[in-house]
Antibody, heavy 116, light 112 residues
Framework: QVTLKESGPGILQPSQTLSLTCSFS??????????VGWIRQSSGKGLEWLAN???????YYNPSLKNRLTISKDTSNNQAFLKITNMDTADTATYYC????????WGQGVMVTVSS | DVVLTQTPPTLSATIGQSVSISCRSS???????????LNWLLQRPGQPPQLLIY???RLESGVPNRFSGSGSGTDFTLKISGVEAEDLGVYYC?????????FGGGTKLELK
C-alpha cells in the first residue's frame, strides 16, 4: 500500500526558509524510474508544480521559483524534502507531495501560512 | 512553459448526464519516446487530487469505467458517461511531457 505524508512548520514569518518533509511507504525512491514531486495549492486556487526528484538523483525545478527551491531525498528512510527560501505571504498554500509523473498517489497536504 | 487551457471552467450537470471537459495544450505533448504524458485528476472538496486517467486514455486502477480519456497532440478530452454524485469536484489536466510540468486551470463540476 502506497502512502505519502507531508510535514512542515505550519506557520512561519516572511523571509524565513520553509522546510518540508514527505515521508512515504509502499515504494522506494531507489527504484528505476521512480520520482517524488512537490505541488502547492493556494486557497481556492489551482495547482502549481514546484519540483521533483528522481531515483537517480536528477532534480527538476519550476523556473518561476527555481532560485528559491532545493529538493533532496533520503532513500534509506523513504523521505523527500523541499526547502523554499525567502518565504513571502504569497507562498501561503497547501503543499503536497505526490508520486511519479502520473501523480498516482498524493499525500493529504500540509498547510503553510506565511505571516508576520 | 506549456500552457494547458481547460474548458469549460464550470460545468453543471444532472445525475446520469454525460459530460466532457476539454484540455488544450500550447504545444504538442507527444514525447520523443512515443508516449503522451497527459493525465486527468479529480479533486473533491477538502481532499487531495486523485488520478483518474494517465497517458491520455489509460484508466487508473479502481477508477470507474464511466471515465474515459481521448485525444492526441494538443487536444484532449475527459468524458464522464453518466455523472454520479461522487464525481463532483474540480477536474485538472496535467502534463509531464515537458519541464516544467504544468496543470490546467481546472473545471468545476457542479450539480444542476
Amino acid at each position: 500500500q502506497v502512502t505519502l505524508k507531508e510535514s512542515g512548520p505550519g506557520i512561519l514569518q516572511p523571509s524565513q526558509t520553509l522546510s518540508l518533509t514527505c515521508s512515504f511507504s509502499g515504494f522506494s525512491l531507489s527504484t528505476y524510474g521512480m520520482c517524488v514531486g512537490w505541488i502547492r495549492q493556494s486557497s481556492g486556487k489551482g495547482l502549481e508544480w514546484l519540483a521533483n526528484i528522481w531515483w537517480n538523483d536528477d532534480k527538476y525545478y519550476n523556473p518561476s521559483l527555481k532560485n528559491r527551491l532545493t529538493i533532496s531525498k533520503d532513500t534509506s528512510n523513504n523521505q523527500a524534502f523541499l526547502k523554499i527560501t525567502n518565504m513571502d505571504t504569497a507562498d501561503t498554500a497547501t503543499y503536497y507531495c505526490a508520486r511519479n509523473w502520473a501523480f498516482d498517489y498524493w499525500g493529504q497536504g500540509v498547510m503553510v501560512t506565511v505571516s508576520s | 512553459d506549456v500552457v494547458l487551457t481547460q474548458t469549460p471552467p464550470t460545468l453543471s450537470a444532472t445525475i446520469g448526464q454525460s459530460v466532457s471537459i476539454s484540455c488544450r495544450s500550447s504545444q504538442s505533448l507527444l514525447h520523443s519516446n512515443g508516449n503522451t504524458y497527459l493525465n486527468w485528476l479529480l479533486q473533491r472538496p477538502g481532499q487531495p487530487p486523485q488520478l483518474l486517467i494517465y497517458l491520455v486514455s489509460r484508466l487508473e486502477s479502481g477508477v470507474p469505467n464511466r471515465f474515459s480519456g481521448s485525444g492526441s497532440g494538443t487536444d484532449f478530452t475527459l468524458k464522464i458517461s453518466g455523472v454520479e454524485a461522487e464525481d463532483l469536484g474540480v477536474y485538472y489536466c496535467v502534463q509531464s511531457t515537458h519541464a516544467p510540468w504544468t496543470f490546467g486551470g481546472g473545471t468545476k463540476l457542479e450539480l444542476k
